[in-house]
């Protein structure tokens, strides 16, 4: 399983300390690498994937390259003025719409769903932060900060018990969360996922320092470095700058096609599908 996969920390870390918008506007690159290794092999492999950010008042767009995971060449455009979100397909040059407040795939549980009688796991997260050295990194100083995650799962989730590790290098960049930007950590909470195979009522727990986990995630992540036991993951920022932003940047470009969500996920697989096969033709011809 890859990595990326199979962690619950990285994506609360990387979510919390990637979304910002300040007053002025921000635009910056996180290069994000992974390493995972196997004990059976003894061969490690590395991916690398790298986000765009462009932050403005109101306003974000996120370009994902091709190495992305989940979103493979494609822009997310945020207008919390419009209270819109854009899926953009460049190459295909289509793009969907959502309302801000629509319920996606993961959502806080109501209180009807609350009260259902749906499969349940926990996840409970202690955090420990210990305040370092500083250093300057690309231009901006920052602090140091050693954190420990540890993450026990139960119910309907596999049961983990993993301990995760690593160093955080922020820089205190003012700022104020987006409009749909993900709630800071709480003591407490209940999510509904609604999974392909069906409808699950997962609740989570944190201890320890998550309140300042939660400061941290405030401030701009400049470095950070974790480590697991059969792996790492490894994010640096560059590129940072707060000059102005042009206005199309947070446009749909003009002659794009608008398609329902189920039509726009099946196009980009369909076309995901014939490059691959292109790909392996090429590969048999040489």
């Known amino acids: 399983m890859m990595l990326r996969k199979s962690t619950f920390m990285v994506a609360t870390l990387l979510m919390g300390a990637s979304i910002f918008t300040a ?6 690159t996180q290069t994000t690498t992974y390493r995972s290794s196997s004990t059976k092999t003894a061969k490690t492999v590395t991916s690398r994937e790298a986000i765009r950010y462009f932050i403005s008042t109101d306003k974000e767009r996120i370009e994902y390259d091709k190495n992305n995971a989940v979103r493979p060449d494609e822009v997310i455009i945020t207008r ?28 806080e549980a109501s209180k009807d769903e609350l009260t259902e009688n749906l499969p349940s ?27 420990t995650t ?29 409009c749909d930007a993900p709630q800071s950590l709480r003591a407490s909470y209940t ?45 640096e920022t ?17 002659g794009y096609r608008e398609v329902t969500l189920k039509e726009y996920n099946t196009l980009r697989s369909q076309a995901k599908s014939k490059e691959l096969q292109q790909k392996q033709k090429t590969a048999i011809n040489h």
């Open 23 to 28: 007053h002025a506007d921000m635009q910056y």
């Open 80 to 107: 919390c003025d419009l209270h819109q979100k854009f899926r953009v397909d460049n190459t295909l040059k289509i793009y969907t719409v959502s309302a801000l407040d629509a319920k996606g795939i993961l959502h």
């Open 121 to 147: 796991g926990k996840v409970v997260t202690d955090y420990s932060i210990e305040k370092l050295e500083t250093e300057k990194i690309n231009g901006l100083d920052t602090q140091i900060y050693h954190f």
């Open 150 to 178: 540890h993450t026990q799962t139960s119910g309907v989730l596999a049961p983990r018990d993993e301990i995760s590790q690593g160093k955080m290098w922020v820089a205190n960049v003012p700022e104020k969360t987006t």
């Open 191 to 235: 999510q509904i996922e609604n999974l392909s195979s069906g409808k699950r009522r997962i609740t989570y727990q944190n201890t320890g320092d998550f309140e300042i986990m939660n400061t941290l995630n405030s401030q701009l992540l400049m470095r950070m470095e974790i480590t697991f036991k059969n792996g790492s993951i490894s994010e």
């Open 238 to 254: 560059t590129d940072y700058s707060i000059e102005k932003l042009a206005d199309n940047l947070f446009e749909v470009p003009a």
